[in-house]
């Protein structure tokens, strides 16, 4: 049975989100607990989700505050601490630097590390990739704690502590693994490998505010627990999926084995998941497998049911970042003169829906849609 703290915190004040994070520990073993996941002296490397450089408490981005009250607690196991990503855009330091993080970790002595720098590994025993390039920081560290957001995503259904490990493959490697992986079911068995090969011990989900589709929401949670299945199943319940198996990534974790993943398999403990349920959560159900192996079969089904990028065009601001990382090649994106400005338009044969456009337009300003057979087949 896994133990996972559920609590209720309703701001970003540091010294409240320490103490919520106090009473987590406490209930999941107080000092004790704390001594075995942190020994002595370790190396801890905390991965904040650094998604691209935004401001100061972006619901994209890990917050400040809930980054400096981990650091309190850490701090009084270990003096060993390091932090770092590797964003889907733009350069990490500067996404750590203009989010507040940098200025958060020069204050407690905490070194910043670029996951550019990498090493070539095996990993035995794997549900599907077997040679990895990864970030050196986290493989080398020797406790991982993953400071997922709590968001919805258009491929995977939901980010949380699995997901967030991705940023532990190096800078525009993680395009290469879309294009290798363009069906969500593989991806996510390759995100619960690269856990395993990281071997990620700890992690505390910021759901203070939370990302709904391409705006924030006020949901006022942490979840902590040293499952991170666990710890996204209960942010999956608390958002209103009736069922974690809706979600590839803990179906694949449940198929293979990876992690508690069931209600019978977690214990939830302070608040109580009825308590702190968002009954209205807009879900994203437009995700899911879109890949089949035949291209004719493909191309024919992904055009009828799969869901696709589409432009709000009087919020793009035509700055080309979804251009830019647009995984395909050649791309699917081709920037077009709209409004006065260049803005995208879409090659949706040649489109594996990884949907990174969609999550790193830095101004919302793309939505995804079905088709009328996708919507009639995603009702819910
Ligand atoms: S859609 Fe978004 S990412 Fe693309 S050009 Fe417009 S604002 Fe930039
Ligand atoms: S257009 Fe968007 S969804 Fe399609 S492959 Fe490129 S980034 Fe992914």
Redesign the pocket.
């Known amino acids: 049975m896994e133990k996972i703290a559920l609590l209720k915190c309703e701001d970003y004040d540091v010294k409240t989100i320490e103490n919520k994070l106090r009473e987590g520990f406490e209930l999941l073993g107080g000092d004790e607990f704390l001594r075995k996941l942190i020994p002595i002296n370790s190396k801890v490397l905390l991965k904040p989700n650094l998604l691209s450089a935004e401001k100061p408490g972006s619901p994209t981005v890990t917050h400040y505050s809930v980054f400096e009250a981990v650091i309190r607690i850490i701090k009084e196991y270990t003096d060993n601490i390091t932090f770092g990503d590797s964003p889907g855009f733009g350069d990490a330091r500067k996404a750590a630097e203009k989010c507040g993080l940098i200025e958060v970790a020069d204050r407690y002595g905490v070194k910043f590390e670029d996951f550019l720098d990498s090493v070539h590994v095996k990993l035995d025993n794997s549900i599907l990739c077997k040679s990895w390039n990864v970030a050196r920081a986290p493989y080398e560290a020797d406790v991982v704690i993953t400071l997922p957001k709590l968001k919805t995503h258009a491929m995977a259904f939901f980010t949380g502590a699995v997901k967030n490990q991705f940023g532990c493959i190096p800078g525009t490697q993680k395009a290469a693994w ?1 294009t290798r992986m363009p069906d969500a079911n593989n991806f996510c068995k390759m995100l619960l490998d690269l856990n395993t090969l990281v071997g990620t011990s700890f992690a505390i989900l910021d759901g203070i505010i939370a990302m709904e589709g391409n705006g924030p929401r006020k949901m006022n949670t942490i979840i902590m627990g040293e499952s991170l299945t666990a710890v996204d199943s209960v942010a999956v319940s608390l958002i209103g999926y009736k069922d974690p198996l809706d979600i590839p990534v803990l179906k694949e974790a449940n198929d293979n084995k990876w992690g508690a993943v069931l209600s019978k398999d977690i214990q939830v403990v302070g608040e109580n998941v009825e308590d702190m349920l968002v009954t209205d959560f807009k879900l994203s159900r437009t995700g899911g497998s879109f890949y089949f192996k035949n291209q004719v079969v493909n191309d024919f089904l992904k055009g009828m049911i799969a869901p696709s ?1 589409v432009l709000i065009r009087d919020k793009c601001i035509g700055c080309s970042r ?1 251009y830019e ?4 090649k050649p ?3 081709k920037m077009v003169k709209m409004d006065g400005k260049n803005k995208p338009t ?1 090659n949706m044969s040649q ?8 999550e790193l337009c830095p101004n919302g300003a793309i939505e995804t849609k079905h088709s009328l057979i996708g919507k009639i087949l995603f009702r819910k």
């Open positions: 879309h990028p979804c990382v647009c995984p395909e791309k699917v994106i879409w489109c594996i829906r990884c949907f990174c456009c969609q």
